[in-house]
């Protein structure tokens, strides 16, 4: 009697059968190999698991730090905010702040909160005016995070350090590369007035124009197209 033909669906799965079957006797005849195999892959799987609760404590440990250095950044500023009641003003300790974000960097350096603290300790030099290190530790903050959530505060800061120093190419620079990186950030407008005083500043008026003007039709109903029309007021009567 002939026999039935198989299908090519069939005759795949038959292949795969005897396929797995050989690959079964093969491992029952050869054990050792195979066994270290196995102990090579529970050590990797012991490894990588044991890694990541080390990062995991790592990162805790770091955000605990952290947040005791952003705690003491912000007393200090509640000390010369406007918003303070009178007797909780007084005089600011940048210092103290800065030394806490350092050690943050220092301790963990390769953790999410170690940006943040360089970024944090940018603005504690700042409030230092000491203002090349805060150029340097926003520049380093940016050549690290060039698109975090805090970038454009950092161009910000950057920005208003070569102001300080009256470096207003710098600063224009500084705005410019946040506005091309940034076009949607909710802050750009703030950028964008930046930019704009530092032409004006510098002397470059066309430019100080065509950049209140954006401000004023891209922000309807904001404070920065209030600023940018006066702008324009004073510059074209000028």
């Given amino acids: 009697m002939a026999q039935p033909k198989l299908s090519k669906k069939e005759l795949k799965e038959d292949e ?11 491992v029952s005849l050869h054990p050792k190999p195979f066994l270290s195999i196995g102990a090579v892959l529970l050590l990797l799987i012991v490894a990588l698991s044991s890694g990541r609760i080390f990062f995991q404590r790592y990162e805790a440990k770091a955000a605990r ?28 300790d940048f210092e103290s702040s800065l030394k806490l974000y350092q050690e943050v960097i220092r301790l963990f350096p390769r953790s999410n909160s170690a940006r943040e603290a360089l970024y944090q300790s940018a603005q504690c030099f700042y409030r230092l005016n000491r203002y090349d290190e805060a150029i340097s530790a926003y520049q380093k903050y940016l050549q690290q995070v060039s698109r975090g959530e805090l970038s454009v ?6 920005g208003n ?9 710098q600063a224009a620079a500084a705005y410019a590369v946040a506005i091309r990186n940034h076009p949607n950030d909710p802050l750009i407008g703030e950028v964008l007035v930046s930019l704009g005083r530092c032409q004006e500043a510098a002397g470059k008026k066309e430019e100080a124009l065509k950049t209140y003007t954006e401000i004023a039709e891209r922000f ?19």
């Fill in 65 to 92: 730090a952290l947040y005791a250095a952003n705690d003491a950044y912000r007393q200090n500023l509640a000390l010369i905010s406007e918003d303070s009641p009178l007797e909780r003003r007084g005089v600011p």
């Fill in 153 to 158: 505060l950092a161009a910000l800061g950057l």
């Fill in 220 to 238: 309807p109903g904001s404070t920065w197209k209030s600023y940018a029309e006066r702008k324009l007021l004073y510059l074209k009567s000028h």
């Fill in 161 to 169: 350090c070569y102001e300080q120093k009256s470096q207003l190419d």
């Fill in 16 to 26: 795969f059968l005897n396929t797995f079957e050989r690959a079964i006797r093969y």
